[in-house]
């Protein structure tokens, strides 16, 4: 074996970063990272989990007792919450307006359900009252359904879903990954079997945990299937006759076991992203969900005030316009990940493309958690100004800062006034 | 809805952690978690990717381009490994000698595989001429067999095995969660084709990242069921007729393309843990991993001779045992789990039970990575001393720790010699 090569000391450029995620971190939530490792039945760490799930029920909007984080990034948070509910042969419907549509037809046909797509143009969503009247006429087990497309920038309204699927005895799952402590997300209001967040969105804590709740519909069906592992049960565990969960690592009966007062042995649970959480989710309560929201509406504002002053042409119908993405199109005749590179490179600003019918075709600028700030904002389009300046893009030159800061001089007059 | 309750700052006792894990880690790597985000495909970020997996390669001692993290606990890499060769229908062999082969049963189980197993009384391991027959008499697809069991702290060799793997066109995998950096591991050397490790033991890193590395003999296995998920995948993008490996998330063909040059997406990488990751694993390298291995025998020595003064009894065979696991019998008519209590609340000491047939029966003090420590093995030592007297228990006061004192000073006089 030859000697190792030396490797240099960590160390990282600035940044400010405008992209879907992975976004910035609050300092103090990177700071609860450096915590000291407790065991894992330590009872200040299971204290913490409890305390935990807590704040998961507070930001999810909901009474669920099962509310937890699955140790992985928001896509493991998906497939266990899918594979969980879905049964081999089970119908899921998936309406589909952006990629992450696909990924849960992706994960469901991996678990052998059989799927049923509906399709919009990217950049729109769905009335709906078509998924509704879909959910009822073709009756599938699961409504799998992203809120918030981050591929497109849109948000799908969610009326009346709820009542259809309980109409049908369909279980409502819903990807929330993009939407969760950004803009509303009423998990019992909405009545919302199984949702699901990622941590590197709008909760800003870095990826690698994602809360998951559900509500006991959905743990009826979960329990069904529940099954203690090999080295851990007694004889007096009988299985029922039901195909077991797939994945042992992703598998929420389990996870839910592990969670209880119980605390039968499962994974290790990933401490430090565990006082991350935590500390993102105590973050989000103390700031307040409706005042939060409002905070990503005021940069929203002030971020389309710049990129309209600039003469970017928006991407996708207004009307459904997610407020923590916003896309713009890329002008005639310029390389859009050239301009993106250039705006990494000189000015340490991460802007996003995106997939598939977009690729090349669209910017997407997001403002979520501790990246949705003035900082951010300001900094991004004085950056994108310049940029496309030096890439022969007319603009005139001066006007996105300060429609920016008029945006935000005109909140401040607001709330001095309401005061 | 209700006002949320107010949670406090997270704060945690000071803990001296002998357990087999999640144990403590180096401050250097937790002030590596402080790390600002990058974005995942920013170049700068990419090129930490790059490095980790040329370190992941120099501790598993191997020259495999395969080689990455699975963004989840041991487990998590555990079930990618068994998921991306493990085809329904097809044998696996898995000998058991503690709780973690059953894991790997449960595992292969859930993925419809034909599971054959063979067992030898916890505490001891197989001869493995006995497992080389075995896998030459049943010609499995894989054998599926675990390193260091944690459980009964055994440790099992390997010899003959890789051969007669290949003699009979089997893959052999294997869980070196509790071994990689403790003691010897020799991927390549062993002919190992699939190999797991976890964060949260010898390497010392908290748990959630699992490097994982597979060779060629396991790529080719791996490959032929590689499908780039909907929402990326081209017109030109052909299937195989084989059925696709069934997770999506833990998908090791879609991870190695999101860890090629391609960067093909996938989840978003977990930030703040890879850079843990890479702290932990360049601070292995940077001490060398023969150094690292004899600073675990060192403190077993001291660990064990201390033990041995105290008058415990050893549990297990002798000639199997893991370096960095020591069980010892829990004294008769001594309730082993109110001594671990009075450990932890009075000391900050965290020592370990053991699960099913050894419940109740022996305690697990472990000593890996930034926890194989003169501090920990002393003050471990002392405070259970002053525990087994405070609970009744005849031991020989003050001789624990002149013994492990004795194995410090000769070392010390052994290594000044030599110097």
Not at 201 to 218: E, M
Not at 223 to 241: F, K, N, P, Q
Not at 268 to 287: C, D, F, H, I, K
Request: proline letters at 5%; hydrophobic letters at 45%; charged letters at 25%.
């Amino acid at each position: 074996m030859t000697t190792s090569p030396r490797f240099a000391e960590l160390s990282v450029g600035k940044r400010t970063i405008l992209t879907p995620g992975p976004v910035e971190v609050d300092p103090r939530v990177l700071r609860a990272l450096t915590t000291p490792i407790l065991g894992q039945f330590d009872p200040e760490f299971t204290a913490l989990m409890n305390e935990t799930s807590r704040m998961i029920q507070g930001v999810f909007r909901t009474a669920n007792p099962k509310a937890l984080p699955v140790d992985g990034t928001s896509r493991a948070g998906l497939e266990a919450a899918l594979t969980a509910v879905v049964r081999p042969g089970d119908k899921v419907l998936v309406p589909i307006f952006g990629r992450f549509g696909h990924l849960l037809v992706e994960i469901c046909q991996r678990l052998d359900a059989v799927v049923e797509t509906m399709e919009v143009e990217w950049g729109t969503v769905f009335d709906p009252t078509v998924i509704a009247r879909a959910v009822r006429e073709k009756r599938p087990q699961v409504l799998a359904l992203v809120h918030g497309e981050t591929s497109t920038g849109r948000v799908q309204p969610f009326t009346g879903l709820g009542d259809a699927c309980r109409d049908v005895g369909a279980l409502f799952v819903v990807d929330a990954v993009a939407t969760l402590a950004g803009v509303p997300f009423e998990t019992d209001e909405w009545k919302v079997d199984v949702a699901i967040a990622g941590a590197q969105k709008c909760l800003s804590v870095p990826a690698g945990i994602a809360p998951v709740t559900w509500n006991d519909r959905a743990d009826a069906r979960i329990t069904a299937r529940h099954r203690i592992e090999r080295g851990l049960r007694t004889a007096a565990d009988v299985d029922s006759d039901l195909p077991p969960i797939r994945s042992n690592y992703l598998d929420l009966a389990q996870l839910s076991d592990y969670w209880s007062p119980a605390r039968l042995n499962h994974h290790t649970e990933a401490t430090s992203m565990l006082y991350a959480l935590r500390e993102g989710l105590r973050l989000v309560l103390e700031e307040g969900l409706e005042e939060r929201w409002k905070r990503h509406r005021l940069h929203e504002a002030a971020l389309v005030a710049g990129l309209k002053a600039l003469g970017l042409e928006f991407f996708g119908d207004p009307a459904s316009k997610l407020a923590v993405v916003t896309c713009v199109k890329i002008p005639q005749g310029i390389d859009g990940d050239a301009v993106r590179a250039f705006l990494l490179d000189q000015f340490g600003v991460e802007i996003a493309s995106s997939f598939g019918p977009l690729k090349g075709k669209i910017w997407r600028i997001a403002t979520m958690g501790y990246s949705a700030s003035r900082f951010n904002v300001l900094h991004g389009l004085g950056a994108l100004e310049a940029t496309l300046i030096r890439f022969g893009v007319k603009v005139p030159a001066g006007d996105a800062l300060q429609a920016a800061l008029a945006v935000y001089s005109d909140q401040a007059k607001l709330a001095s006034t309401k005061g």
